[in-house]
Protein backbone atom coordinates (compact mmCIF):
# COMPACT_ATOMS: atom_id res chain seq x y z
CA UNK A 1 0.00 0.00 0.00
CA UNK A 2 2.69 2.37 1.03
CA UNK A 3 4.44 1.81 -2.48
CA UNK A 4 1.90 2.92 -4.57
CA UNK A 5 1.69 6.48 -2.11
CA UNK A 6 5.61 7.04 -2.95
CA UNK A 7 4.99 6.09 -6.75
CA UNK A 8 2.16 8.64 -6.97
CA UNK A 9 4.26 11.08 -4.97
CA UNK A 10 6.81 10.51 -7.53
CA UNK A 11 4.71 11.17 -10.70
CA UNK A 12 3.68 14.47 -9.61
CA UNK A 13 7.29 15.55 -8.94
CA UNK A 14 8.22 14.74 -12.16
CA UNK A 15 4.72 16.08 -14.25
CA UNK A 16 5.44 19.23 -12.35
CA UNK A 17 9.30 19.01 -13.10
CA UNK A 18 7.60 18.63 -16.74
CA UNK A 19 5.37 21.64 -16.62
CA UNK A 20 7.97 24.30 -15.05
CA UNK A 21 9.93 22.86 -18.95
CA UNK A 22 6.57 23.85 -20.61
CA UNK A 23 6.10 26.84 -18.65
CA UNK A 24 9.97 28.21 -19.64
CA UNK A 25 9.01 27.70 -23.13
CA UNK A 26 5.81 29.44 -23.20
CA UNK A 27 7.33 32.17 -21.22
CA UNK A 28 10.54 32.52 -24.20
CA UNK A 29 8.31 32.16 -27.36
CA UNK A 30 9.22 35.53 -28.58
CA UNK A 31 12.61 35.44 -27.05
CA UNK A 32 15.55 36.01 -29.46
CA UNK A 33 17.37 32.62 -30.42
CA UNK A 34 15.82 30.66 -27.49
CA UNK A 35 15.80 27.41 -28.00
CA UNK A 36 13.27 24.86 -26.12
CA UNK A 37 13.97 22.25 -24.16
CA UNK A 38 11.73 19.04 -23.74
CA UNK A 39 11.62 16.20 -20.67
CA UNK A 40 11.86 12.35 -21.03
CA UNK A 41 10.58 10.17 -17.98
CA UNK A 42 12.30 6.46 -16.99
CA UNK A 43 10.83 4.35 -14.53
CA UNK A 44 13.03 3.82 -11.49
CA UNK A 45 14.05 0.75 -9.09
CA UNK A 46 11.88 -2.21 -9.29
CA UNK A 47 11.52 -4.63 -5.97
CA UNK A 48 11.38 -7.91 -6.59
CA UNK A 49 9.58 -10.26 -4.96
CA UNK A 50 9.78 -13.83 -6.57
CA UNK A 51 12.64 -14.64 -8.99
CA UNK A 52 12.36 -16.00 -11.93
CA UNK A 53 13.04 -19.75 -12.35
CA UNK A 54 14.12 -22.05 -15.78
CA UNK A 55 11.84 -25.00 -17.10
CA UNK A 56 12.97 -28.68 -15.44
CA UNK A 57 12.32 -31.14 -17.04
CA UNK A 58 12.72 -33.84 -14.71
CA UNK A 59 9.47 -32.64 -12.82
CA UNK A 60 8.31 -31.15 -16.12
CA UNK A 61 7.38 -28.11 -14.47
CA UNK A 62 7.85 -24.89 -16.75
CA UNK A 63 9.61 -21.79 -15.57
CA UNK A 64 8.25 -18.62 -13.83
CA UNK A 65 8.84 -15.03 -14.61
CA UNK A 66 10.17 -12.95 -12.18
CA UNK A 67 7.84 -10.76 -9.79
CA UNK A 68 8.41 -6.83 -9.50
CA UNK A 69 6.69 -4.30 -8.39
CA UNK A 70 7.82 -0.56 -10.21
CA UNK A 71 8.85 2.05 -7.34
CA UNK A 72 7.70 5.03 -9.81
CA UNK A 73 9.12 7.43 -12.22
CA UNK A 74 12.21 9.99 -12.32
CA UNK A 75 13.12 12.12 -14.80
CA UNK A 76 15.74 10.32 -17.01
CA UNK A 77 16.79 14.10 -19.12
CA UNK A 78 15.76 17.28 -20.47
CA UNK A 79 17.33 17.95 -23.77
CA UNK A 80 17.28 21.38 -25.84
CA UNK A 81 16.30 21.22 -28.94
CA UNK A 82 19.16 22.88 -30.19
CA UNK A 83 19.93 21.93 -33.91
CA UNK A 84 15.53 23.22 -34.64
CA UNK A 85 16.30 26.83 -36.35
CA UNK A 86 13.51 29.30 -35.21
CA UNK A 87 11.37 31.54 -38.00
CA UNK A 88 13.46 34.82 -38.99
CA UNK A 89 12.17 38.17 -38.06
CA UNK A 90 12.82 40.84 -40.04
CA UNK A 91 13.96 44.40 -38.23
CA UNK A 92 15.80 46.48 -40.73
CA UNK A 93 18.85 46.95 -38.01
CA UNK A 94 21.74 46.59 -39.75
CA UNK A 95 23.55 45.41 -36.08
CA UNK A 96 20.98 42.91 -35.86
CA UNK A 97 22.74 39.65 -37.64
CA UNK A 98 20.54 36.11 -38.16
CA UNK A 99 22.43 33.19 -38.58
CA UNK A 100 21.51 31.13 -41.56
CA UNK A 101 22.34 27.24 -41.20
CA UNK A 102 21.15 23.94 -42.34
CA UNK A 103 21.74 22.13 -38.53
CA UNK A 104 21.93 25.58 -36.41
CA UNK A 105 25.08 24.55 -35.42
CA UNK A 106 26.92 27.36 -35.24
CA UNK A 107 26.94 30.34 -32.57
CA UNK A 108 27.82 33.61 -32.55
CA UNK A 109 31.02 33.87 -29.93
CA UNK A 110 30.82 36.73 -27.08
CA UNK A 111 32.72 37.58 -23.96
CA UNK A 112 31.63 38.03 -20.79
CA UNK A 113 34.98 39.50 -19.20
CA UNK A 114 35.72 36.67 -18.00
CA UNK A 115 35.57 33.75 -20.21
CA UNK A 116 34.13 33.14 -24.24
CA UNK A 117 30.32 32.51 -24.07
CA UNK A 118 27.99 31.14 -27.47
CA UNK A 119 24.83 32.42 -28.23
CA UNK A 120 22.57 32.60 -31.18
CA UNK A 121 21.21 35.90 -30.58
CA UNK A 122 22.38 38.30 -32.77
CA UNK A 123 20.83 41.61 -31.44
CA UNK A 124 23.98 43.84 -31.18
CA UNK A 125 25.11 47.72 -31.19
CA UNK A 126 28.02 49.42 -30.94
CA UNK A 127 28.94 51.08 -27.41
CA UNK A 128 30.69 54.14 -26.89
CA UNK A 129 34.04 52.22 -26.71
CA UNK A 130 33.16 51.29 -30.19
CA UNK A 131 32.76 47.93 -29.47
CA UNK A 132 30.43 45.36 -31.26
CA UNK A 133 28.19 43.98 -28.38
CA UNK A 134 25.25 41.48 -27.46
CA UNK A 135 22.72 43.98 -26.96
CA UNK A 136 20.88 42.10 -23.91
CA UNK A 137 24.12 41.91 -21.98
CA UNK A 138 26.39 44.55 -23.20
CA UNK A 139 28.90 40.96 -24.02
CA UNK A 140 31.28 41.75 -26.24
CA UNK A 141 31.22 40.01 -29.93
CA UNK A 142 34.20 38.23 -30.89
CA UNK A 143 35.81 37.86 -34.12
CA UNK A 144 39.19 38.10 -36.33
CA UNK A 145 41.04 41.55 -36.82
CA UNK A 146 42.50 42.87 -39.97
CA UNK A 147 46.23 43.05 -40.78
CA UNK A 148 47.61 45.49 -43.34
CA UNK A 149 50.28 43.13 -46.10
CA UNK A 150 52.57 46.24 -48.41
CA UNK A 151 53.14 44.07 -51.38
CA UNK A 152 56.35 45.32 -53.29
CA UNK A 153 55.20 47.73 -55.60
CA UNK A 154 53.93 49.70 -52.30
CA UNK A 155 50.02 48.47 -52.78
CA UNK A 156 48.43 48.21 -49.27
CA UNK A 157 45.78 45.50 -48.67
CA UNK A 158 43.49 44.94 -45.79
CA UNK A 159 42.81 41.17 -44.63
CA UNK A 160 41.38 39.27 -42.26
CA UNK A 161 44.07 37.09 -39.64
CA UNK A 162 42.17 34.07 -38.89
CA UNK A 163 44.23 33.80 -35.43
CA UNK A 164 42.41 33.91 -31.78
CA UNK A 165 38.85 35.62 -31.39
CA UNK A 166 39.23 39.01 -29.91
CA UNK A 167 36.78 42.03 -29.54
CA UNK A 168 35.58 43.41 -32.04
CA UNK A 169 36.09 47.21 -32.08
CA UNK A 170 34.56 48.21 -35.08
CA UNK A 171 34.77 52.23 -34.64
CA UNK A 172 38.02 52.36 -32.94
CA UNK A 173 40.36 55.65 -33.27
CA UNK A 174 42.35 53.75 -36.26
CA UNK A 175 39.03 52.84 -37.75
CA UNK A 176 37.40 56.53 -37.71
CA UNK A 177 39.96 57.38 -40.72
CA UNK A 178 40.62 56.34 -44.08
CA UNK A 179 44.19 57.08 -45.67
CA UNK A 180 44.10 60.09 -48.68
CA UNK A 181 45.46 59.09 -51.99
CA UNK A 182 47.49 61.33 -54.39
CA UNK A 183 45.90 61.81 -57.87
CA UNK A 184 47.75 59.82 -60.42
CA UNK A 185 45.25 60.23 -63.94
CA UNK A 186 42.71 62.56 -65.13
CA UNK A 187 40.32 62.27 -68.31
CA UNK A 188 39.75 65.15 -70.83
CA UNK A 189 36.64 64.12 -72.30
CA UNK A 190 33.74 65.68 -74.17
CA UNK A 191 33.22 67.73 -77.81
CA UNK A 192 35.67 70.80 -78.96
CA UNK A 193 33.26 72.95 -81.25
CA UNK A 194 35.39 75.05 -83.19
CA UNK A 195 32.12 77.54 -83.43
CA UNK A 196 33.02 78.19 -80.02
CA UNK A 197 33.14 81.76 -79.22
CA UNK A 198 35.01 80.83 -75.84
CA UNK A 199 37.68 79.48 -78.11
CA UNK A 200 38.49 82.45 -79.24
CA UNK A 201 38.27 84.78 -76.49
CA UNK A 202 40.93 86.04 -74.22
CA UNK A 203 39.97 83.42 -71.59
CA UNK A 204 40.08 80.37 -74.21
CA UNK A 205 37.95 77.81 -73.65
CA UNK A 206 38.42 77.20 -69.63
CA UNK A 207 38.37 73.97 -67.67
CA UNK A 208 39.51 72.55 -64.18
CA UNK A 209 40.86 69.57 -62.64
CA UNK A 210 40.95 68.95 -59.14
CA UNK A 211 43.83 67.06 -57.62
CA UNK A 212 44.55 65.80 -53.90
CA UNK A 213 48.09 64.99 -52.86
CA UNK A 214 49.36 62.12 -50.30
CA UNK A 215 47.81 63.92 -47.01
CA UNK A 216 44.83 64.32 -49.08
CA UNK A 217 44.83 68.12 -49.50
CA UNK A 218 43.53 69.12 -52.64
CA UNK A 219 44.44 72.00 -55.26
CA UNK A 220 42.36 73.33 -58.68
CA UNK A 221 44.18 73.50 -61.83
CA UNK A 222 42.75 75.85 -64.64
CA UNK A 223 43.30 75.69 -68.12
CA UNK A 224 42.53 77.16 -71.68
CA UNK A 225 42.16 75.84 -74.91
CA UNK A 226 43.06 77.98 -77.94
CA UNK A 227 43.04 77.12 -81.92
CA UNK A 228 46.58 77.36 -83.03
CA UNK A 229 47.54 80.56 -83.90
CA UNK A 230 49.62 79.46 -87.26
CA UNK A 231 50.00 82.60 -88.80
CA UNK A 232 50.65 84.43 -85.51
CA UNK A 233 48.63 87.51 -85.89
CA UNK A 234 46.67 87.13 -82.97
CA UNK A 235 43.32 86.20 -85.20
CA UNK A 236 41.65 82.97 -86.40
CA UNK A 237 41.24 82.02 -89.70
CA UNK A 238 38.36 79.81 -91.30
CA UNK A 239 41.41 77.30 -91.78
CA UNK A 240 43.07 77.74 -88.80
CA UNK A 241 39.98 76.83 -86.90
CA UNK A 242 38.85 73.75 -89.28
CA UNK A 243 42.23 72.46 -89.32
CA UNK A 244 41.74 70.62 -85.88
CA UNK A 245 44.53 71.87 -83.81
CA UNK A 246 44.12 73.82 -79.73
CA UNK A 247 47.18 74.79 -77.48
CA UNK A 248 46.12 73.43 -74.64
CA UNK A 249 48.34 75.20 -71.33
CA UNK A 250 47.90 75.95 -67.46
CA UNK A 251 47.00 79.09 -66.45
CA UNK A 252 46.52 78.63 -62.44
CA UNK A 253 47.02 76.71 -59.42
CA UNK A 254 44.67 77.36 -56.63
CA UNK A 255 44.68 75.64 -53.63
CA UNK A 256 41.35 75.20 -51.18
CA UNK A 257 41.51 78.22 -49.10
CA UNK A 258 41.24 79.80 -52.38
CA UNK A 259 45.02 81.45 -52.54
CA UNK A 260 46.71 80.96 -55.88
CA UNK A 261 49.71 79.78 -56.23
CA UNK A 262 50.64 79.60 -59.54
CA UNK A 263 49.55 82.63 -62.10
CA UNK A 264 51.09 82.63 -65.85
CA UNK A 265 50.03 86.55 -65.16
CA UNK A 266 52.38 86.71 -62.65
CA UNK A 267 55.75 88.07 -64.65
CA UNK A 268 57.86 88.29 -61.87
CA UNK A 269 57.98 84.29 -62.16
CA UNK A 270 59.05 84.45 -58.83
CA UNK A 271 57.58 84.42 -55.09
CA UNK A 272 56.91 87.93 -54.81
CA UNK A 273 55.02 89.58 -52.04
CA UNK A 274 52.25 88.01 -54.14
CA UNK A 275 53.49 84.90 -53.12
CA UNK A 276 52.54 83.92 -57.13
CA UNK A 277 54.37 81.59 -58.82
CA UNK A 278 54.48 82.41 -62.79
CA UNK A 279 54.44 81.31 -66.29
CA UNK A 280 58.10 79.43 -65.64
CA UNK A 281 56.59 77.46 -63.41
CA UNK A 282 52.96 76.98 -64.80
CA UNK A 283 55.32 75.51 -67.90
CA UNK A 284 57.76 73.23 -65.46
CA UNK A 285 54.47 71.49 -64.86
CA UNK A 286 53.85 70.72 -68.08
CA UNK A 287 57.08 69.43 -68.38
CA UNK A 288 58.79 72.43 -69.82
CA UNK A 289 56.68 73.62 -72.63
CA UNK A 290 54.01 76.41 -72.36
CA UNK A 291 51.51 74.56 -74.24
CA UNK A 292 50.43 71.02 -75.71
CA UNK A 293 49.13 70.75 -78.94
CA UNK A 294 46.10 68.71 -78.93
CA UNK A 295 45.70 67.24 -82.55
CA UNK A 296 42.45 65.94 -83.84
CA UNK A 297 41.30 64.38 -87.41
CA UNK A 298 39.95 67.07 -89.42
CA UNK A 299 38.14 64.98 -91.84
CA UNK A 300 35.98 63.21 -89.18
CA UNK A 301 36.69 65.23 -85.93
CA UNK A 302 37.91 62.34 -84.40
CA UNK A 303 41.11 62.75 -81.71
CA UNK A 304 44.39 62.21 -83.15
CA UNK A 305 47.11 62.85 -80.46
CA UNK A 306 48.90 65.40 -78.85
CA UNK A 307 52.28 66.87 -78.25
CA UNK A 308 53.46 67.27 -75.04
CA UNK A 309 57.06 68.00 -75.27
CA UNK A 310 57.71 65.13 -73.32
CA UNK A 311 56.92 61.89 -75.40
CA UNK A 312 60.18 60.71 -77.05
CA UNK A 313 58.66 58.88 -79.85
CA UNK A 314 57.14 62.11 -81.40
CA UNK A 315 57.99 63.41 -84.42
CA UNK A 316 55.51 66.33 -84.56
CA UNK A 317 56.14 69.50 -83.03
CA UNK A 318 54.94 73.45 -82.82
CA UNK A 319 56.96 74.10 -86.07
CA UNK A 320 55.08 71.24 -88.17
CA UNK A 321 51.42 71.96 -87.65
CA UNK A 322 50.12 70.36 -90.41
CA UNK A 323 51.20 66.85 -90.03
CA UNK A 324 48.65 64.69 -87.43
CA UNK A 325 51.87 63.27 -86.52
CA UNK A 326 52.39 60.03 -84.21
CA UNK A 327 52.32 61.68 -80.85
CA UNK A 328 50.52 59.88 -77.47
CA UNK A 329 47.36 60.04 -76.45
CA UNK A 330 47.93 60.93 -72.60
CA UNK A 331 50.21 64.00 -71.60
CA UNK A 332 52.22 64.31 -67.69
CA UNK A 333 51.54 67.16 -65.79
CA UNK A 334 54.70 67.05 -63.51
CA UNK A 335 52.78 68.39 -60.50
CA UNK A 336 55.74 67.29 -57.92
CA UNK A 337 57.06 71.06 -58.92
CA UNK A 338 54.34 72.35 -56.69
CA UNK A 339 56.07 70.80 -53.80
CA UNK A 340 58.85 73.52 -54.36
CA UNK A 341 56.29 75.79 -54.98
CA UNK A 342 54.73 75.08 -51.26
CA UNK A 343 58.27 74.88 -49.80
CA UNK A 344 58.53 71.23 -49.06
CA UNK A 345 61.69 69.72 -48.99
CA UNK A 346 62.59 65.83 -49.40
CA UNK A 347 60.19 63.61 -51.03
CA UNK A 348 56.81 65.58 -52.61
CA UNK A 349 53.63 65.17 -51.26
CA UNK A 350 52.45 65.20 -54.92
CA UNK A 351 51.93 62.08 -57.23
CA UNK A 352 52.05 63.00 -61.36
CA UNK A 353 48.96 62.84 -63.27
CA UNK A 354 48.56 61.34 -66.25
CA UNK A 355 46.03 62.88 -68.49
CA UNK A 356 44.30 60.66 -71.22
CA UNK A 357 42.65 62.65 -73.86
CA UNK A 358 41.03 59.75 -75.91
CA UNK A 359 37.37 61.03 -75.11
CA UNK A 360 38.26 64.13 -76.56
CA UNK A 361 36.42 64.98 -80.04
CA UNK A 362 36.29 67.87 -82.62
CA UNK A 363 32.76 68.15 -83.82
CA UNK A 364 29.36 70.02 -84.64
CA UNK A 365 27.91 70.91 -81.06
CA UNK A 366 25.76 74.01 -81.97
CA UNK A 367 28.72 75.92 -81.47
CA UNK A 368 28.80 75.00 -77.67
CA UNK A 369 32.17 72.60 -76.34
CA UNK A 370 31.35 70.77 -73.31
CA UNK A 371 35.01 69.11 -73.02
CA UNK A 372 36.07 68.96 -69.17
CA UNK A 373 38.57 67.39 -66.80
CA UNK A 374 37.50 64.61 -64.69
CA UNK A 375 39.77 62.58 -61.73
CA UNK A 376 40.31 59.41 -62.67
CA UNK A 377 41.21 56.71 -65.14
CA UNK A 378 38.35 55.52 -67.42
CA UNK A 379 37.28 52.45 -65.46
CA UNK A 380 35.92 55.18 -62.58
CA UNK A 381 37.89 53.13 -59.67
CA UNK A 382 41.72 54.20 -60.27
CA UNK A 383 44.00 57.12 -60.18
CA UNK A 384 41.31 59.96 -58.94
CA UNK A 385 42.93 60.26 -55.83
CA UNK A 386 41.29 60.96 -52.39
CA UNK A 387 40.55 63.34 -49.54
CA UNK A 388 41.17 61.93 -45.84
CA UNK A 389 37.68 60.04 -45.05
CA UNK A 390 35.37 59.72 -42.05
CA UNK A 391 33.59 56.59 -41.56
CA UNK A 392 29.66 57.38 -42.25
CA UNK A 393 28.21 53.76 -42.00
CA UNK A 394 28.80 50.11 -41.56
CA UNK A 395 27.90 46.76 -42.85
CA UNK A 396 28.48 43.50 -43.08
CA UNK A 397 28.05 40.80 -45.29
CA UNK A 398 27.01 37.12 -45.93
CA UNK A 399 30.36 35.31 -44.39
CA UNK A 400 30.53 38.04 -41.18
CA UNK A 401 32.92 40.36 -42.81
CA UNK A 402 32.77 43.97 -41.23
CA UNK A 403 33.19 46.75 -43.79
CA UNK A 404 33.19 51.07 -42.92
CA UNK A 405 32.15 53.12 -45.94
CA UNK A 406 33.44 56.62 -45.44
CA UNK A 407 32.70 59.65 -46.88
CA UNK A 408 35.84 59.94 -49.64
CA UNK A 409 34.20 56.71 -51.17
CA UNK A 410 36.26 54.13 -49.39
CA UNK A 411 35.12 50.57 -48.27
CA UNK A 412 37.56 49.53 -46.10
CA UNK A 413 37.89 46.10 -44.54
CA UNK A 414 37.39 46.48 -40.54
CA UNK A 415 37.18 42.79 -39.42
CA UNK A 416 35.11 39.35 -39.45
CA UNK A 417 32.60 38.03 -36.88
CA UNK A 418 33.58 34.29 -36.04
CA UNK A 419 31.36 31.31 -35.78
CA UNK A 420 31.96 28.36 -33.04
CA UNK A 421 30.81 24.63 -33.81
CA UNK A 422 30.88 22.12 -31.16
CA UNK A 423 30.96 18.58 -31.37
CA UNK A 424 27.85 18.17 -29.34
CA UNK A 425 25.56 21.48 -29.62
CA UNK A 426 22.65 19.56 -27.52
CA UNK A 427 25.79 19.57 -24.58
CA UNK A 428 26.38 22.55 -23.80
CA UNK A 429 24.75 24.22 -20.49
CA UNK A 430 22.24 26.93 -20.76
CA UNK A 431 23.46 30.38 -18.72
CA UNK A 432 20.50 32.36 -19.00
CA UNK A 433 20.41 35.67 -21.41
CA UNK A 434 20.01 33.26 -24.13
CA UNK A 435 24.07 32.60 -23.51
CA UNK A 436 25.54 29.03 -23.41
CA UNK A 437 28.80 27.58 -22.05
CA UNK A 438 30.62 24.21 -23.12
CA UNK A 439 30.88 21.82 -20.85
CA UNK A 440 32.45 17.93 -21.06
CA UNK A 441 29.74 16.49 -23.31
CA UNK A 442 29.49 19.26 -25.79
CA UNK A 443 33.05 19.93 -27.18
CA UNK A 444 35.97 22.09 -26.50
CA UNK A 445 35.82 25.89 -28.41
CA UNK A 446 39.61 26.40 -29.77
CA UNK A 447 39.73 29.93 -29.19
CA UNK A 448 39.61 30.54 -32.89
CA UNK A 449 36.47 29.95 -34.72
CA UNK A 450 35.39 28.91 -38.15
CA UNK A 451 34.50 31.25 -41.16
CA UNK A 452 30.74 30.35 -41.13
CA UNK A 453 30.83 30.12 -44.99
CA UNK A 454 32.91 27.10 -44.53
CA UNK A 455 30.00 24.47 -44.13
CA UNK A 456 27.88 26.87 -46.54
CA UNK A 457 25.91 28.81 -44.06
CA UNK A 458 25.50 32.52 -43.99
CA UNK A 459 24.72 35.53 -42.09
CA UNK A 460 21.83 37.94 -42.99
CA UNK A 461 21.67 41.41 -41.66
CA UNK A 462 18.92 43.18 -40.43
CA UNK A 463 17.19 39.88 -39.27
CA UNK A 464 16.86 37.78 -36.19
CA UNK A 465 16.44 34.38 -35.38
CA UNK A 466 13.16 33.72 -33.54
CA UNK A 467 12.47 31.42 -30.69
CA UNK A 468 11.95 28.03 -31.78
CA UNK A 469 9.05 26.78 -29.21
CA UNK A 470 6.48 25.67 -31.41
CA UNK A 471 3.32 26.88 -29.13
CA UNK A 472 0.94 23.74 -30.34
CA UNK A 473 3.02 21.06 -29.65
CA UNK A 474 3.93 22.80 -25.81
CA UNK A 475 -0.11 23.53 -25.30
CA UNK A 476 -0.74 19.53 -26.29
CA UNK A 477 2.26 18.36 -24.06
CA UNK A 478 0.71 20.97 -21.34
CA UNK A 479 -2.48 18.88 -21.77
CA UNK A 480 -1.00 15.39 -20.99
CA UNK A 481 1.18 16.40 -18.76
CA UNK A 482 -2.04 18.04 -16.74
CA UNK A 483 -3.91 15.00 -16.87
CA UNK A 484 -0.68 12.78 -15.43
CA UNK A 485 -0.51 15.14 -12.56
CA UNK A 486 -4.37 14.68 -12.11
CA UNK A 487 -3.77 11.23 -11.94
CA UNK A 488 -0.72 10.34 -10.05
CA UNK A 489 -3.02 12.53 -7.57
CA UNK A 490 -5.65 10.07 -7.89
CA UNK A 491 -3.52 7.28 -6.87
CA UNK A 492 -2.73 9.19 -3.74
CA UNK A 493 -5.88 9.66 -2.96
CA UNK A 494 -7.55 6.28 -3.98
CA UNK A 495 -4.32 4.50 -1.97
CA UNK A 496 -5.45 6.73 1.18
CA UNK A 497 -9.05 5.61 1.06
CA UNK A 498 -7.53 1.59 0.76
CA UNK A 499 -5.63 2.10 4.28
CA UNK A 500 -8.66 3.88 5.78
CA UNK A 501 -10.69 0.81 5.05
CA UNK A 502 -7.27 -1.29 6.75
CA UNK A 503 -7.48 0.60 9.39
CA UNK A 504 -11.09 0.59 9.81
CA UNK A 505 -11.18 -2.95 10.15
CA UNK A 506 -10.00 -3.26 13.47
CA UNK A 507 -13.36 -1.22 14.60
Not at 33 to 41: A, C, E, I, R, W
Not at 60 to 66: E, K, S
Not at 373 to 392: E, I, P
Not at 404 to 411: C, I, L, V, W
Request: glycine share 12%.
Amino acid sequence: MMRSLYSGVAGLKTHQTKMDVIGNNIANVNTVGFKSSSVTFSDIMYQTTQHASGANETTGVGGVNAKQIGLGVSTAATKISITSAGAAESTGNAFDIMLNDANTTNFFIVNNGSENVFTRSGSFYVDSAGNLCMASTGYNVMGWQVVEEVAEDGTVTRNIQKDTVSALRIMSADNATSDAEATTQAMFSGIVDQKDSDLVSDEGLVSSLTVYDKRGYSYTLKFKMTPVDANNDGTYSTAELASGKYNFSLTKVIDADGTTLVDINDTTNNAGESGLLGAAVAASIMGGTNSWTVFFNPNDGSFSNIYDGQNSDNNTDTNDLNSLGDGETVGLLNLTELSSVLGITGESNFSNVTVDFTGLSNVDNGGTSNAGLNRGASDGTTGAGKKVGTLTGVSVDTSGKIYGSYDNGNTELLGQIAVAQFANASGLEALGDSCYQTTLNSGDFDGIGVDITADGGSMTTGALEMSNVDLASEFTSMITTQRGFQANSRIITTSDTMLEELINLKR
